[in-house]
């Protein structure tokens, strides 16, 4: 029988989607399902950017340039500049999302059999798109017990290797909602500068910080401005995932050449997409404020209930919007399927990502589940509630 390639079989599913089928079986049988298991924001999209779409006044749906369109990038330049950072509309590659940048960087930046440092836990989709490029993933491992800060320089140190090509970053943090300080930033940027390496820099959620902390972008780091590639996105920052544009940003004129005959190749970002992102740049802080502010009480809520339940152990979230949290079972991935298989109290049930599936390192974060607080608070509180009732039945079993 034909078979699938060695690489597409050694990819993992998604840990953030892989219960879906349970997920449907258990709606179907008329079960509430609270999904924390996304990072899909409720917030509503910025009236303009809907209002952009619904009255479009083109008569053809063109293909635009591969680099995207100029007044966009134009637009995504004044909003860098905002944070202090001089990023020309040339340095600036329009993507299919920031799913699309981190790939495109990967080819760019990286050749087959080479090395990419990253932390663990990390964003699960990193390493499908290193395996589908053929890149080998090194881990750097956090822990709960600090809030999944950066480990000290020697622990990078330790495994960099002479096939080293790259160190990546998210950040604020997405799975641990961690947030690297200026002093962890100016670390990174001497291992960088010490080893000749990339410094690929996720910052699709820079607006979402919380508790006064100060942000240090990689953009920021003016001793290794060529060696900084920034990879971001439209889909959390102004509530539009579905619009699908991100965009890689970098000084580095090779990496722009490389980047950019992979965005003739597949031709041009999304046209309707564009037409909405640039819309969004234009509300400012009016509208993110607000935003912010509300996540930040959402991660309170949310923390505090975790807290309360026996057991639990949740790291204090920075930035993003999501929190890893320690339960008292020992197979996460086994408890949060048997939640919605099995489960249900007054109709309910709770949707989580079991952590493992963030970890490289085999075994890591058995017990441990990402939590997204996209719900409003009352629906967190309930979460948190049902999440409660599910430990004590399983627990009892």
């Known amino acids: 029988m034909v078979k699938t390639s060695d690489r597409i079989n050694g990819i993992a599913s998604s840990p953030i989607r892989k219960l879906a089928p349970l997920a449907d079986a258990a709606k179907a049988r008329g079960v509430t399902v609270y999904h924390l298991n996304i990072g899909q924001p409720d917030i509503r999209t910025p009236q303009v950017a809907i209002d952009v779409l619904k009255y479009i006044d083109r008569t053809v749906l063109e293909y635009s340039p591969s680099q995207g369109f100029l007044s966009l990038r134009k637009k995504m330049s004044g909003y860098y500049s905002g944070y202090g950072m001089d990023f020309s509309p040339d340095q600036i590659v329009v993507t299919t999302g920031g799913s699309e940048a981190v790939l495109f960087s990967f ?6 059999g080479d090395e990419i440092i990253t932390t663990d836990p990390t964003y699960a989709n990193y390493i499908a798109f290193a395996a589908a490029a053929g890149i080998k ?9 600090d809030n999944f800060a950066l480990p000290p320089a020697e622990e990078f140190e330790k495994i960099i290797t002479p096939a080293t090509r790259a160190i990546l970053i998210c950040n604020p943090n997405n799975p641990s909602g961690s947030l690297y300080s200026p002093d962890e930033m100016h670390r990174l940027a001497g291992i960088v500068s010490r080893h000749d390496l990339f410094l690929l820099s996720d910052e699709v959620y820079r607006e979402f910080i919380y508790g006064g902390a100060g942000y240090m972008s990689a953009g920021h780091l003016d001793e290794i401005s060529r060696n900084v590639v920034i990879l971001d996105s439209f889909s959390k920052r102004y509530s539009e995932c579905g619009i699908r544009i991100g965009a890689v940003v970098t000084r580095n004129e090779s990496v722009l050449e490389g980047v950019m005959k992979l965005s003739q190749a597949r031709l041009s970002p999304p046209l309707l997409g564009q037409i909405v992102a640039e819309a969004s740049c234009g509300v400012g802080r009016e509208y993110l404020d607000p935003v912010v502010k509300e996540y930040d009480y959402r991660r309170k809520v949310l923390v505090e209930g975790l807290r309360r339940i026996p057991g639990v152990v949740a ?15 020992d197979d996460a991935d086994r408890f949060c399927a048997w939640c919605l298989s099995d489960f249900q109290y007054e109709g309910e049930t709770v949707m989580m990502a079991p952590a493992s599936g963030f970890y490289f390192t085999p075994g890591a974060g058995r017990s441990e589940v990402r939590i997204a607080y996209v719900l409003d608070a009352k629906s967190l509180e309930r979460a948190v509630f049902l999440l409660s ?4 039945e399983y627990l009892s079993r």
């Open 107 to 112: 080819l760019t930046c990286l050749d087959p």
């Open 137 to 145: 993933v090194r881990t750097v491992l956090t822990g709960i017990e």
């Open 315 to 329: 790291a204090e979230p920075s930035g993003a919007f999501y929190v890893i949290c320690r339960l008292p079972v």
């Open 389 to 392: 009732k599910a430990l004590d």
